[in-house]
C-alpha cells in the first residue's frame, strides 16, 4: 500500500494529520519532498515517532523551517540523530531553543558543527529572557510575600501595642 505523487501532493492538511503509522512509513523518500510546508506542520506528535531515517533525510530546507516548534521539541530523540548537519543548519534560530538536552545529547560532532551562530545567538537570547522574566516572577512573589508579611507584623504589633 503507498501513495502516488499526486496523491500526496493533493492531501489536505487535514488528511495528513490523520495517516496511520503504516500509511506514514509508506511514503517515499522522493514524495516525502512533495509534501508541501502546510502539510509539514500538520504532522501530528505521535505520527513523528514513524518517520524513518530516509523520510527525515529528505526533508529539504523549507519543510525544515515549516517545523513548528511544537513539532520539534517532541521530536523523539531516537530520530533526531537522522538529520543531516545542514538540516540543522536550517532550523529557524527561534526554534533551536525548542531542542531538549536529549537531543543535544543525540547530536553527533558533525551535527553541533551544523549548529550556526545565528541559532546559538538566538538560543542564548531566548534563554536568558526566559531566566530574566523567571527571576522578575519570583521577584513579585516574593516581594509580595514579604508584604504580606509585613502586614502581618503591623497587625501583631498593633495588637501588642493595644495590649500594653
Known sequence: MGFTDQEIINMTSNQIANLTPSEM??????QVTLIST??????TIPQLNYLTESQIQALNKQQIEAIT???????PTS?????KPEQISWLPPSNVQYLTK???LELSIDQLAGITETQIDQAVYNFGNRVYNLFIKQSIQLQHKLSQNYNKLVEAVAKLSRRL
Do not use: G, M
Not at 516548534?69 to 521530536?75: D, G, T
Not at 530520530?79 to 538529520?83: Q, R, V
Open 79 to 83: 530520530l533526531i540523530k537522522y538529520l
Open 102 to 104: 536529549a537531543h543535544f
Open 69 to 75: 516548534p511544537q513539532q520539534l521539541s517532541n521530536v
Open 25 to 30: 512509513q509508506s511514503v517515499t523518500p522522493h
Open 38 to 43: 502546510a502539510q509539514i506542520a500538520s504532522i
